[in-house]
């Protein structure tokens, strides 16, 4: 709780007890000696308050509850004592009470007795309701920065894995001595551009993200020289919206990764939508034979990864459903705006 709201509280707190204190004079029944009676009363409160808002939780700290209440019931009455005597010098000697008027002593003490339990009280509650806010703010920073680590942790295993096939790639084109091999260099220096500068956000905008997208399967498309192996279909508006970075790509590696090369056209479809209060993405690709009944082979490290990420970032506002119908399998992502 920041030190502004902290004193916000405590005058808060003064301005009602003032306001207790002066309630005789709002009616008019005040007596002799309301004023002076009213200021004294007061200091003592203030005191009695914040001894039992700095000491008692100092005193208290990493005991049992019984020596707690104890150490409590001894400080209640130091306190209660110490103010019934401040309250008999005063009058006695400074203000030369008449004897009359300090006939009834016990009162004095137990009425006293009363205020101090009453500022002891609010001391305590408003004490303890700070540190607990305070222990809950604590713990809330440690859980996100827990939560950035481990984002941290799983997008450093994202980009390896990525880099790790798409330099196989290269270094095949390299040793055909493919005339593709110097586009492939530059889409891979476009793609470590963005993972290494715009992905180290939060969020990037979702064009960009698309973008990244379009390098990675261009770069995918020079190893199969299939032109029309990958269908890629983006429909709504892009432009205004936001996404985890490297959110998708492992999705769309997936599919490269086990789908086969040969057979049915397109071997993939990427299906994007950007509707106003959601993200719809959806992969399918066709399963390699030795692949075909087997989900865990599918998913691997990068689908765990994945799921991770999504559960940290977009917790309660994401779904995502893999199925497979013999050899085609299918990855379907919502998102909620």
């Not at 005789?24 to 309301?34: A, M, R, V």
């Not at 209440?69 to 103010?83: C, D, K, N, P, S």
């Not at 920065?145 to 990525?162: D, G, Y």
């Not at 192996?229 to 432009?239: A, P, Q, S, T, Y």
Request: aromatic fraction near 14%.
């Amino acid at each position: 709780m920041k030190r502004k709201t902290k004193i916000l509280i405590h005058v808060i707190y003064w301005f009602y007890m003032i306001n207790q204190f002066l309630y005789p004079w709002y009616i008019n029944k005040t007596e002799s000696y309301f004023w002076t009676d009213t200021a004294l009363t007061l200091c003592l409160s203030l005191i009695n308050f914040y001894a039992f808002y700095f000491i008692l939780p100092f005193l208290i700290k990493n005991r049992n509850i019984f020596l707690s209440i104890l150490t409590g019931a001894l400080l209640l009455f130091i306190i209660a004592v110490a103010r019934y005597y401040i309250q008999v010098v005063f009058w006695k000697e400074i203000m030369h009470l008449p004897p009359k008027e300090m006939s009834n002593l016990n009162e004095w003490f137990y009425a006293g007795l009363r205020l101090s339990i009453i500022s002891g009280a609010y001391a305590i509650l408003i004490k303890f309701a700070i540190d607990w806010f305070d222990t809950q703010k604590l713990k809330a920073e440690m859980i996100n920065q827990k939560q950035s680590s481990e984002l941290a942790l799983l997008r450093s295993q994202v980009n390896p894995h990525f880099l790790f096939n798409t330099l196989n790639n290269i270094y095949s084109l390299v040793c055909k001595k493919s005339p593709d091999a110097p586009e492939a260099i530059m889409k891979l220096s476009s793609i470590m551009r963005y993972m290494l500068y715009d992905a180290n956000t939060e969020v990037v905008i979702l064009e960009k993200e698309i973008e990244y997208l379009e390098s990675f399967i261009e770069l995918q498309k020079l190893r199969i020289r299939h032109s029309d192996f990958v269908e890629l279909k983006i429909e709504g508006e892009v432009g205004n919206k936001t996404i985890a970075p490297m959110l998708l790509i492992p999705f769309v590696e997936n599919a490269f990764k086990h789908g086969s090369k040969t057979g049915i056209m397109p071997g993939i479809r990427i299906h994007l939508v950007a509707a106003p209060h959601q993200l719809l993405f959806e992969v399918s690709n066709h399963l390699k034979k030795n692949l075909v009944g087997s989900k865990d082979k599918i998913g691997g490290i990068g689908l765990q990864n994945i799921k991770r990420r999504l559960e940290l970032i977009y917790p309660g506002k994401y779904s995502l459903e893999t199925t497979q119908e013999h050899d085609l399998y299918i990855i379907k992502l919502q998102i909620q705006a």
